[in-house]
């Protein structure tokens, strides 16, 4: 099978693949921020059990869940979502298109 990668430069997985790498990154972040499964759940407005089934890739986040993970922990929402760390860089204002 061929490989694709998306315009991320991500390679397509599938989606049980997807959901590990998600439930992985929103647990690497919580513990890089130093709080607890129940204080994150807090924040989350779920129990704790359910905050913990996100982490193994159980359950996964709906969009308002991946927002407060992202502000709590001051990753972005690409980061949480699988997507590398990269930086873009713009030194000149993008051309105007005079149509």
Same mark, same amino acid.
């Given at each position: @099978? &061929? +490989?694709?990668?998306? @315009?991320?430069?991500v390679? !397509?997985?599938s989606y049980g693949a &997807?959901?590990?790498?998600?439930?992985? +990154?929103?647990?690497? &972040? /919580?513990v890089q921020s130093g709080? =607890? !499964? +129940?204080?994150v759940a807090q924040a989350l407005s779920t =129990? !704790?059990?359910s905050y913990s089934r996100?982490? +193994? #890739? *159980?359950?996964?986040?709906?969009?308002? !869940?991946? /927002? *407060?993970?992202s502000g709590l922990y #001051? *990753? =972005?929402i690409l980061?949480? @979502?699988g997507m590398p760390s990269y930086f873009v860089y713009a030194d000149k204002p993008l051309p105007q298109n005079n149509n």
């Open positions: @099978m &061929a +490989r694709i990668w998306t @315009m991320f430069g390679p !397509q997985s &997807a959901k590990k790498e998600i439930a992985s +990154r929103i647990k690497e &972040a /919580r709080l =607890s !499964q +129940r204080d =129990s !704790q059990s996100i982490e +193994r #890739g *159980v359950l996964s986040p709906d969009c308002g !869940q991946i /927002r *407060v993970l #001051g *990753v =972005s980061w949480l @979502m």
